[in-house]
């Protein structure tokens, strides 16, 4: 793998047809290091943000040996991780998935948010010798999404007096019970995770059930033009506060499942400007590709000019992009801010894609085929540049 001291000097030297897919695994490193300091408990890499070797080796390298994964070809790969603990938090699994991830790749924690998924997961652990005794079962219960931008609360999670049955049977056949719960993915403030908490407490009254186990799940933010989140540390401290105040706190392990703030800024996309219509810029990547989100949830990345110089004077102006395929939702309206002079045949850098960018493009249209490249330089935008020193994210 080719690697580069930044984007305009990998462009330079390969003035590359395809979009470059260009990994900071450095970055990776550093979050997966501020959240493994600075969070009390274990900390679970979800693999279905990225799944990068270059990132998941550096999240490795930091000290990660957790991971949250959700389908049998995420454990197949994942259990390839030396020393990996594999945590199967879908609620809703296949039996032969089920049945494999205990059997054949070691996995023990499940998660689940009804009791036909218990009696699943019971059933296919067992063995002749009868059930399995050594299940870490977490039951996901349905929080509401506060601030965050990808909601995530209609899908999966159970609560009230189903949940509270649901705890207490689960805990007749667990070895470990846990709770979990998904606040919502990009979540911009902590209150939501002490709401959650909260509600996590209410129905351990309920259940009357000893808790071995609290997965506070992901939605941790990375930041983005226009999205400023509330500084990591007070998120990690609301968690602190909210758990201290429970009564299980001494006996409970904890656990959380960050996807997108270890890996956001970890990868960029450079894409070159094929052609220019007014302010329209049709580049060669888009939203069946890395920028599922700017197209469908107009989603703003940061964006810059690497392939020239343009003097400090020249006006940064708004522009829309569009991506290669021939359907028109192929549309990104920004708006990007780029130099007033952008021409067909410049490169940009597209920022922060690392969160699902590369886990979501497909190919549609022959598109979606990308180069690879490392950079070692800073990314575009960054919530640890001073995490080395934590005491910077308490501002
Ligand atoms: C997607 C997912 C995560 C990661 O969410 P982020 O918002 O990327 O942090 C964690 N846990 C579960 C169960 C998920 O489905």
Known sequence: MERYNSAAELVAARKPERPVLCARPHAAGRAARWFLENFEGDVAYAYKANSSVFLIGALFGAGIRHFDVASLPEIEDAATIP??????????????????????????????????????????TSDSSGPARDLALFVRIAVPAINSRIPLERKFGTGGQLAARLLVEAR????????????????????????????????????????????????????????????????????????????????????????????????????????????????????????????????????????????????????????????????????????????????????????????????FNGYGRYEEAILDDEPMMTLYADAETPAALLR
């Open 83 to 124: 020393g990996a603990n594999l945590h199967f938090m879908h609620p809703v699994k296949s039996r032969e998935a089920i049945r494999r991830a205990y059997h054949e790749h070691g996995v023990r924690s499940f998660a689940l948010d009804s009791e036909d998924e218990l009696r699943k997961i019971v059933e296919e």
């Open 172 to 363: 007749q056949v667990a070895g470990d019970l846990g709770i979990t719960f998904h606040v919502g993915s990009q979540t911009m403030t902590p209150d939501a995770y002490v709401n959650a908490l909260g509600e996590v407490q209410r129905l351990i009254g309920m259940a009357g059930v000893v808790v071995d186990r609290l997965d506070v799940g992901g939605g941790f933010p990375s930041v983005y033009p226009n999205m400023q989140p509330a500084p990591l540390a007070r998120f990690l401290s609301a968690i602190e506060e909210g758990v201290d105040k429970m009564p299980v706190r001494d006996n409970v392990r904890l656990m959380c499942e960050p996807g997108r703030a270890l890996v956001a800024e970890a990868e960029s996309v450079v894409v070159r400007v094929e052609a220019r219509r007014g302010n329209d810029l049709f580049i060669n990547d888009g939203g069946y590709g890395i920028l599922f989100d700017a197209a469908h949830l107009g989603w703003i990345y940061p964006a810059r000019l690497v392939s020239r110089d343009v003097g400090p004077s020249e006006p940064l102006v708004p522009f829309e992009l569009w991506g290669p395929t021939c359907d028109s939702i192929d549309h990104m309206k920004g708006p990007f801010l780029l130099p007033a002079s952008i021409r067909e045949g410049d490169y940009l850098e597209i920022g922060n894609v690392g969160a699902y960018g590369r886990a979501i493009a497909g190919d």
